[in-house]
């Protein structure tokens, strides 16, 4: 009876050809000082038999694991972060099609970050690291970059100049965003993001002022909530800055599900998303287009964000410089039902509003 594939061992193969282990082992390295009658015989055998170097063993040989990590900071937001989500799916697709494998795991703060990192690297768990959700002064690049141990990252640092990353141009996108909505006749435009620790919102937050200025409008701080990055923060966010005495008639979203959580506040009151309120997200997350109205956002595919940082890491494990491996992408704006021109005045928004809010309490909302 033939032994199951994959359990034939190198001993057996030696046996099979009538040969020393060393020899078979000396072919299947590339060795070339093995005659090559010897060498046909022993290739044939290992066919014939179906044998299958240990995955280990040509692992430690060659110092790799072929596993990538990735730690995911928890904190930021309330519940499961669907871009993450996404992001994941990209890196695992790709690393599949290369037959590489994943580690995924979280860490509750900044600490933990820096703990989970250690073990990992200690234990030789992965052979590299995908770092996202980069902060402005990020202590998993800094501990990385002093071990020198080999990373990608999915955002930048207020230095990126001396490791690889992919990133999008988010002030030059949000820029955009308040030049569109200027366009649509909106001069009162708020802005609803995440925690400035974070270089994405600080560079949205950024992006969001630069595009004011150039449109010669004046910067009101009241305008700009900052939330936790989920569709409860969402929620709230709309709610603080619909609840302005000169409420804005356009949101401008950090990420989809704060937008996602706008739109459920304005439904809460009986508000239109793209005719009452306009809503904007950024993610490009399959799900807005299905939400009640159709979301309208600033893509950026998040599965193609995992692959592409997924296989610029294996460039980086094959030798090539981190600083050549730095790309800024531009993120796409798909307009849908959840943005148009404004059908009231801020004042007359407001109006609506304590109207509204007179006949129908929020206590009980998501927003609480």
Known sequence: MSRLRGSVTID????????????????LNNYTDISENTRKRILKAVQELGY????????????????????????????????LAEFIDGIARALDELGLDLLVTTAHSREHLITTLKRLI????????????????????????????????????????????????????????????????????GFLGGSLDLNFARQRRDGYRQGLEALGLAHDQDLETLQAISEK??????????????PPTALLCATDALAIGAVQFCRKLGLQAGSDVTVIGY?????????????????????????????????VLDGKSPQSLQALAKAKLIRRASDGAP???????????????NQQPLSGSKGE
């Open 12 to 27: 057996d193969v030696a046996r099979h050809v009538g040969v020393a282990k060393g020899t078979v082992s000396r072919v």
């Open 52 to 83: 299958q170097p240990s995955a280990t063993a040509r692992n430690l040989k060659r110092g790799r694991q072929d596993t990538l990590g990735i730690v995911i900071p928890v904190g930021h937001g309330n519940g499961a972060d669907p871009f």
């Open 122 to 189: 200690a234990r030789r768990k992965v052979d590299g690291f995908i770092v996202t959700r980069t902060e402005v002064d990020d202590p998993r690049i800094a501990y990385l970059m002093e071990q020198k141990f080999p990373f990608v990252a999915h955002g930048r640092t207020g230095d990126p100049s001396s490791y690889a990353w992919f990133d999008i141009d988010n002030e030059t996108t949000f820029a955009d965003g308040v030049r569109h909505l200027y366009s649509l006749g909106h001069e009162r435009i």
């Open 233 to 246: 923060g969402g929620f709230k966010g709309a709610e603080t800055l619909l609840s302005l005495d000169a």
């Open 283 to 315: 993610d490009g997350l399959p799900v807005g287009e299905y939400l009640d109205p159709p979301l309208t956002t600033f893509s950026q595919s998040a599965q193609e964000a995992g692959g592409r940082v997924a296989r610029m890491l294996i460039d």
């Open 343 to 357: 059908s009231m005045t801020s004042e007359a928004l407001a109006l609506a509003l304590r109207n509204r809010l």
